[in-house]
């Protein structure tokens, strides 16, 4: 192994315990958090390592040697200020010495150090009266009185190197000299040290789960539990947490603290996402964090959720590709083409289809993909998920199951299984086919393709809470002005932009703020979504003629204070719409188009006469969902170029560092370098020179140039201002949104 070397100068103001825990937490993800560490990150461990030792032996001098070849190279030096005590002379020599050593190699098995590596055992020196030789030579060779020593061996299944401490600072009351309390906290320093080194440099290394916990623990300074009598367990707790929310946040609630907070288990700690994940999932706080191995966690499921499991039939949890692996075998070349029967799909004990099409919808929601395609090819069929906007693809299995998958797929839903040349509109309430704890419902939609039926079946998490309006993404300035639009008194809000862009939720989030007991709060939706507490919600159905235009009429007679229709799609529904707007109610729904002031026009082409659009025009929010660029692994860089110019006009002449994203990604993100999503939004809203513009029917650009002189930031602006706060890339920006012409 070759490192570059660093000086390293201790600050006394570092050794504070904030300093302390920040360097272990750094040390803690370097070793937890990537698949496959590099070597690069052996320098960054020996500098924290170094910062760990001197601050808890308060030593003068530390040494960190590593074993390169047949040699030991010098790879941390340092020198306590208190050996010059403020004289600028003795810190230059010092200084110099501390280069000169850098530099250095010595030959294995030579000195005090070399012996301790060739042995694996440590050396303790104390100035007794045996030892006064020794001190005196050491003292000749780094220039200054040494009155203890310590050298312990950083040692796995082999011996990487040695770290050497002299003399305890006179200020800890020892007169200088170690104690064995210190020669243990060194080796145990040394132990963990050495076993993140190892990895680092040797891939084929992997300390064990339960190594690897103790670590973690001692890193953390958080409790560890290895036996499940250590702690307490609330079952109840468990059962309503549920088998889906632990398994995928990888936390394991195992006591109630408080009402609203509990006491977990995790693998890893520090994995803040999954904490605020699991506590928004099951509005739950995390108030105290014990550390377990991923065995010992991985015990806990099988323990608590196997009689689950055994009580649901066809609900094992097979891995889903040891199923499709089952189903590709039964539907081989050589085997059996036939498909199975409406009957076997209809017996959920015993036909395969039947459990791999719950083990993809299982799988889907565990992933956190907001959407699953079944699509028929020419020669297979292609399962893929959405997952933060982007489609991956999961399975690809036989052709032949393609017709039994959407049979049974719309035998959930209820729909016509003999009508196959017309597309049919569904939804599956998931909890009436799996005993496990996932409460989602899916909106399916079929459709005819070339080589078959398609199925697209939107997931719909009924245990996910909306959320408050500042966690969306809105730049203070437009959050400001958004919060005043949704407490005007009356007229209409509209959201536009395309499907998966977050308008349900942007607009489920402004109705939890304003909904208060004296508000009466009415929706239309197809289909809802959230429920949301003290919200009056009516489900559309066009089968029974319940249209948009129709809950409307009704909701007009019904003394609403606030309406929300889910979508805006036809005249009748937008003359009515604007209607309830100019009549003293506050009217807030969606629209498809591509930004803030094309949605004038698209209200014009639906007959909506221009003055009555800017009667009842209150804001126009158009909107789109960005790729957050992973914090735990993302790349900053200064642009250039291009990317540069587009920075600097988007954002009046910044310039400075921005992130990319790591293209080998990290175990957070699963490897892509992305993880979750970021809302861009563009916020136009009405004013007089708007008005006026509207009135007259001016161009979209003419609209568009107007609201950016009344303070209007434009999607193009927002995308680049998230790229500046490092919320996301510049190519994840430019893919979504192009560069505005008229800037």
């Known amino acids: 192994m070759t490192m570059e070397t660093t000086p390293f100068f201790w600050d006394s103001n570092m050794a504070s315990n904030n300093i302390a825990g920040t360097l272990r937490r750094s040390l803690l993800i370097k070793v937890i958090s990537k698949p496959a560490p590099s070597r690069e990150d052996v320098a960054s461990v020996i500098e924290l390592t170094a910062s760990k030792v001197v601050e808890a032996l308060q030593a003068q001098s530390m040494t960190f040697y590593l074993v390169e070849g047949n040699e030991i190279a010098f790879k941390q030096v340092y020198y306590s200020p208190t050996l010059w005590a403020g004289d600028p002379a003795k810190e230059k020599k010092f200084q110099e010495t501390q280069a000169k050593l850098l530099q250095l190699r010595i030959p294995t098995g030579k000195g005090i150090v070399g012996k301790v590596i060739e ?51 006179m200020s800890a009351g020892t007169e200088g000299e ?48 290895t036996k499940i009598e250590e702690i307490e367990i609330d079952d109840k707790l468990i059962e309503v947490t549920g088998d889906a929310i632990i398994r995928r946040e990888g936390i394991f609630p195992h006591k109630r603290m408080s009402p609203n907070s509990v006491a977990v288990l995790m693998s890893n700690p520090l994995d803040y996402a999954k904490r605020e994940s699991f506590s928004q999932a099951t509005e ?18 099988k323990k608590f959720f196997k009689d689950t499991k055994a009580s649901a039939p066809g609900s094992e949890d097979v891995d ?283 209200m014009g082409e639906m007959g909506i006469e221009p003055f009555n659009i800017s009667a009842s025009l209150v804001c126009v929010c158009a909107q789109r969902l960005l790729r957050r660029v992973c914090k735990n692994c993302k790349l900053p860089y200064e642009p250039a170029g291009r990317e540069k110019d587009i920075m600097a006009k988007a954002l009046d002449g910044w310039s400075g560092q921005i992130f990319k994203s790591n293209p080998q990604g990290c175990p957070t993100c699963s490897g892509t370098g992305y993880k979750g999503r970021v809302g861009i939004h563009e916020l136009m809203t009405n004013s007089e020179a708007l008005t006026e513009g509207i009135n007259k029917e001016v161009e979209v650009a003419e609209l568009k140039r107007i609201a950016m002189r009344n303070g209007m930031k434009t999607l193009h602006q927002d995308s680049m201002l998230k790229v500046k706060m490092g919320l996301t890339t510049i190519e994840e920006a430019l893919s979504n949104v192009p560069p505005d012409l008229i800037l």
């Open 320 to 602: 889903i590709s040891a199923v499709a692996d089952v189903i590709s075998n039964a539907y081989s070349a050589d085997g059996p083409t036939a498909g199975v029967s409406v009957a076997d799909l209809e017996n959920e004990e015993s036909a395969p289809i039947v459990q791999l099409t719950n083990r993809i919808i299982e799988d889907a929601y565990v992933s956190g993909a907001s959407d699953i395609h079944i699509e028929p090819m020419e020669k297979d069929l292609v399962v893929r998920y959405r997952i933060d906007g982007l489609c991956q693809e999961k399975l690809r299995l036989p052709k032949q199951v393609a017709n039994s998958m959407v049979t049974r797929l719309k035998i959930m839903c209820n729909l016509d299984i003999s009508e196959r040349r017309l597309p049919q509109d569904g939804r599956i309430v998931f909890k009436k086919y799996t005993k496990k704890n996932i409460d989602i419902d899916l909106r399916v939609a079929t459709g005819p393709m070339n080589h078959g039926e398609k199925v697209v079946m939107r997931i719909l998490d009924k245990t996910k809470s909306t959320l408050p309006l500042p966690a969306l993404g809105f730049s203070e300035e437009n959050l400001a002005k958004y919060r005043e639009c949704i407490r005007q008194p009356y007229g209409m809000i509209l959201h536009c932009g395309p499907t998966g862009s977050g308008k349900s939720m942007t607009l489920y989030s402004a109705l939890g703020e304003v909904n208060t007991p004296d508000v009466n709060i009415q929706t239309a939706e197809d289909p809802i979504e959230y429920t949301l507490a003290g919200i009056n919600q009516m489900q559309m159905s066009r089968a029974i003629g319940l249209t948009f235009e129709r809950a409307l009429r009704c909701y007009l007679r019904m003394d609403p204070d606030i309406i929300l229709v889910g979508e805006i799609r036809d005249k009748e529904t937008a003359q009515i719409a604007c209607e309830a707007a100019l009549t003293g109610h506050l009217l807030v729904s969606t629209l498809h188009t591509n930004d803030a002031p094309s949605t004038v026009s698209r």
């Open 119 to 169: 042995s694996g055992e440590p050396i303790f020196f104390r100035n007794t009266e045996s030892q006064v030789p020794f001190m005196q030579s050491m003292a000749q060779t780094t220039g200054f009185e040494v009155r203890s020593m310590l050298t312990v061996p950083l040692k796995t299944t082999i011996t990487l190197g040695a770290i050497q401490v002299l003399n305890k600072e």
């Open 178 to 225: 170690f104690t064995e309390k210190d020669l243990n906290l060194l080796k145990e320093v040394a132990e963990y040290s050495s076993t993140m080194i190892h990895r680092m440099v040797d891939p084929k290394f992997v300390p064990n789960a339960e190594d690897t916990a103790r670590f973690v623990a001692k890193l953390t300074e958080l409790p560890l539990v």
């Open 284 to 301: 739950m706080s995390i108030e105290e964090v014990s550390v377990v191995s991923a065995t010992f966690f991985e015990a806990l499921l």
